[in-house]
């Protein structure tokens, strides 16, 4: 039986990648089922770490082990697909906003600022929040303000800025109040 790392280098490129697809297709199909419990998207995901592969074999080192950097290869699929991924939209019945779309689409991360009545009943609670989370989600939602200008003005980095919003929405999301509210 040939080993992985020699079907990578062999010359008969269709036949030596029909056999790392049989070989490597269940492990990866079910990396990506544990990810994100999703088939019908894990088996899009796969498709897409086997192109990458497939895309990338002039790039693999044979020194090294097939399996780890097939893994890798998934992992960065994963990441791509998280990153690309459209924000959840939250709709709410009394007023046509979506919070966590994108308003510029170099960066997916800014989102529109939230008015009207709406905006007053959710201010309330953001003010329950955590110093940090309520200041970034209230900038960021309220004020119009890009996550690069509210890392800026705070003196932090963007990744900061990013994890306080998240923890702020994630605790907004949890208060039954707010869930009434959109």
């Given at each position: 039986?040939?080993?992985?790392?020699?079907?990578l280098v062999?010359?008969?490129?269709?036949?030596?990648?029909?056999?790392?697809?049989?070989?490597?297709?269940?492990?990866?199909?079910?990396?990506?089922?544990?990810?994100?419990h999703d088939?019908?998207?894990?088996?899009?995901?796969?498709?897409?770490?086997?192109?990458?592969?497939?895309?990338?074999?002039?790039?693999?080192?044979?020194?090294?082990?097939?399996?780890?950097?097939?893994?890798?290869?998934?992992?960065?699929?994963?990441?791509?697909?998280?990153?690309?991924?459209?924000?959840?939209?939250?709709?709410?019945?009394?007023?046509?906003?979506?919070?966590?779309?994108?308003?510029?689409?170099?960066?997916?991360?800014?989102?529109?600022?939230?008015?009207?009545?709406?905006?007053?009943?959710?201010?309330?609670?953001?003010?329950?929040?955590?110093?940090?989370?309520?200041?970034?989600?209230?900038?960021?939602?309220?004020?119009?303000?890009?996550?690069?200008?509210?890392?800026?003005?705070?003196?932090?980095?963007?990744?900061?800025?990013?994890?306080?919003?998240?923890?702020?929405?994630?605790?907004?999301?949890?208060?039954?109040?707010?869930?009434?509210?959109?």
């Amino acid at each position: 039986m040939i080993s992985d790392e020699e079907l990578l280098v062999e010359p008969d490129v269709d036949a030596a990648f029909s056999e790392l697809v049989n070989r490597w297709w269940s492990p990866i199909l079910g990396y990506f089922v544990r990810r994100v419990h999703d088939y019908h998207l894990a088996e899009d995901l796969t498709v897409d770490a086997f192109m990458r592969l497939f895309k990338g074999r002039a790039d693999y080192d044979p020194g090294r082990p097939f399996r780890s950097w097939l893994y890798f290869q998934a992992r960065m699929v994963l990441f791509s697909h998280y990153q690309t991924r459209r924000r959840t939209k939250i709709r709410c019945c009394q007023c046509d906003v979506a919070v966590g779309t994108a308003t510029d689409p170099r960066d997916p991360f800014d989102v529109p600022a939230l008015t009207g009545d709406l905006a007053g009943a959710l201010l309330g609670h953001v003010g329950k929040l955590k110093r940090r989370q309520g200041d970034v989600v209230r900038r960021l939602h309220f004020d119009g303000e890009t996550q690069a200008e509210v890392a800026e003005t705070m003196g932090v980095t963007r990744q900061a800025v990013s994890l306080w919003l998240h923890a702020g929405l994630k605790n907004l999301r949890s208060d039954p109040e707010v869930a009434a509210l959109i």
